[in-house]
T-cell receptor, first 110, second 114 residues
Framework: DAKTTQPNSMESNEEEPVHLPCNHS???????IHWYRQLPSQGPEYVIH???SNVNNRMASLAIAEDRKSSTLILHRATLRDAAVYYC???????????FGAGTILRVKS | NAGVTQTPKFQVLKTGQSMTLQCAQD?????MYWYRQDPGMGLRLIYY???????DKGEVPNGYNVSRLNKREFSLRLESAAPSQTSVYFC?????????????FGPGTRLTVL
């Protein structure tokens, strides 16, 4: 499984945008980029995913580099409820398995 | 819909005891998974079941067995618990028909082995 690299932690102010980076230099052409987050004392929840093009949904945006070796999860206006561990995961096409790394701990200050 | 439910929420075992963690989903998903999460770490896949009647090993299967009882239920059994199995256990499910192939997670079972 291709690996991802994320910063251990990041901090943001409430109501400001947050850009969470992820490097995946060994990504293959069939790997999807998935983001999950885990709120304190809860199971992970899906945030967004993409393959080549940038993606938007109600929770976040995903910006994917042209060479696909990196991506950035964008939270447009961080709230205290967004404080969580964010995981960047590569999933092979038609594959079910997710391989979690340590993720990025996002702290949001009021 | 309740989504993915897990029982029990908390459990304390003594070394050598056995127990079964239960998981059920009501989303008609084909695939189900068991993960463990140790403090400060990401989740690691123990076993998964791509469809009813099939199970496969994940990254850390030693010391565990699983049963896909039917489409809804996927149980994880510890035959002889060890302190190294102290962890939070998460069950998840997904459907390949889902456009996002999203995995839905349960609330977790917090297991302590003394």
């Amino acid at each position: 499984d291709a690996k991802t690299t994320q910063p251990n932690s990041m901090e943001s102010n409430e109501e400001e945008p947050v850009h969470l980076p992820c490097n995946h230099s060994t990504i293959s052409g069939t790997d999807y980029i998935h983001w999950y987050r885990q709120l304190p004392s809860q199971g992970p929840e899906y945030v967004i995913h993409g393959l080549t093009s940038n993606v938007n949904n109600r929770m976040a945006s995903l910006a994917i580099a042209e060479d696909r070796k990196s991506s950035t999860l964008i939270l447009h206006r961080a709230t205290l409820r967004d404080a969580a561990v964010y995981y960047c995961i590569l999933r092979v096409t038609n594959g079910n398995k997710l391989v979690f790394g340590a993720g990025t701990i996002l702290r949001v200050k009021s | 819909n309740a989504g993915v439910t897990q029982t029990p929420k908390f459990q304390v075992l003594k070394t050598g005891q056995s127990m079964t963690l239960q998981c059920a989903q009501d989303m008609n998903h084909n695939s189900m998974y068991w993960y463990r999460q140790d403090p400060g770490m990401g989740l690691r896949l123990i076993y998964y079941s791509a469809s009813e009647g099939t199970t496969d090993k994940g990254e850390v299967p030693n010391g565990y067995n699983v049963s896909r009882l039917n489409k809804r239920e996927f149980s994880l059994r510890l035959e002889s618990a060890a302190p190294s199995q102290t962890s939070v256990y998460f069950c998840a499910s997904s459907s390949p028909r889902d456009r996002d192939n999203e995995q839905f997670f349960g609330p977790g079972t917090r297991l302590t082995v003394l």
